[in-house]
């Protein structure tokens, strides 16, 4: 099952119509990815991925289903839902005591929608009463396209990060003027971190820059206690990968939060 391999325009729509089902359905569900901080060893928040209980096909990741959505109006339900549903998380985990960030996914789509922001402050009005802290992870090609919404959202007391960083096309300059706090390097450059010199050397350069701009650094896809190590010398601020931990079903991030406290 890969929406990409379903070439004609009618089974596409045939798709795109079980996904809209299924988020009326209740076969979305978010699960979770804790990041640690190096200074404070302990998890610093938590991204929500979204997988798709299929009937038939079982849980499916994003890459399955995202890319075909990212033209449509479905990306936007699809991230009014995440927000929604992250929101619902953020307070039941606040409810037994933690208080902890979640980040979610922005797609460029989300950004230019004439309803975006109006449909963002609807649903954070509903959840006011617990203060939730939210960031928001957009990639460095969508960012750069940005058209000054990123300056309303941060008035909204949302935190930005840069995610994917180093795959797309970002002008340094511009980067020194962008709001955002965290510098998120793809998992690209930090799998053969250990083995392979330019890689070691690029990530240092970025952990480099971002604190020379101010800004907080973050290693995606740390598999291994090497890279965890080398990063952590190169003063890496925070770290995400399997080697902390996959992401889970909201209900086992108590597990995680007891292990690092
Ligand atoms: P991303 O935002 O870069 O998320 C990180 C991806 O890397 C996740 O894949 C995560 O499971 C995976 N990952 C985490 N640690 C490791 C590791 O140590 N090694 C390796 N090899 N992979 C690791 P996932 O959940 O399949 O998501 C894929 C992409 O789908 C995400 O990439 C994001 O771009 C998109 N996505 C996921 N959830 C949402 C969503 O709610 N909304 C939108 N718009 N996009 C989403
Ligand atoms: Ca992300
Ligand atoms: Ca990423």
């Known amino acids: 099952f890969d929406l990409a391999s379903h070439s004609s325009r009618k089974e596409r729509l045939r798709v795109l119509e079980q996904i809209d089902s299924a988020l009326r359905h209740q ?22 991925l979204i997988r798709w209980n299929h009937p038939q096909k079982g849980l499916m990741t994003p890459d399955k289903f995202i890319p075909e959505m990212e033209n449509t109006d479905l990306i936007n339900l699809l991230t009014y839902w995440v927000l929604e549903r992250a929101l619902i998380d953020y307070k039941d985990w606040q409810e037994n005591g933690i208080n902890i960030s979640i980040s979610i996914n922005i797609s460029t789509h989300n950004l230019h929608h004439y309803r975006f922001l109006n449909e963002v402050d609807r649903i954070m009005a509903k959840y006011a009463t617990c203060s939730p802290k939210i960031e928001l992870e957009i990639t460095e090609t969508d960012i750069m396209m940005e058209n000054g919404i990123l300056s309303k959202l941060l008035e909204r007391g949302f935190s930005i990060s ?71 010398e190169m003063g890496c601020d925070y770290i995400q990968g399997y080697y902390i931990s996959r992401p889970v079903p909201k209900e086992k991030i108590y597990e995680i939060i007891s292990l690092y406290s």
């Open 27 to 48: 076969q979305m569900e978010l699960y979770y990815q804790p990041k640690i901080c190096f200074r404070t060893q302990s998890v610093n928040g938590f991204e929500a």
């Open 162 to 232: 840069i995610d994917d960083f180093g795959t797309g096309y970002s002008s340094l300059a511009y980067l020194k003027y962008l709001p955002v706090d965290i510098i998120k390097i793809d998992k690209s450059f930090i799998g053969n971190i250990v083995e392979d010199s330019s890689d070691k050397e690029i990530v240092k350069a970025v952990i480099q820059m971002g604190h020379a701009l101010g800004k907080k650094v973050l290693a995606e896809g740390v598999e291994t206690e090497g890279s965890l190590e080398l990063l952590k």
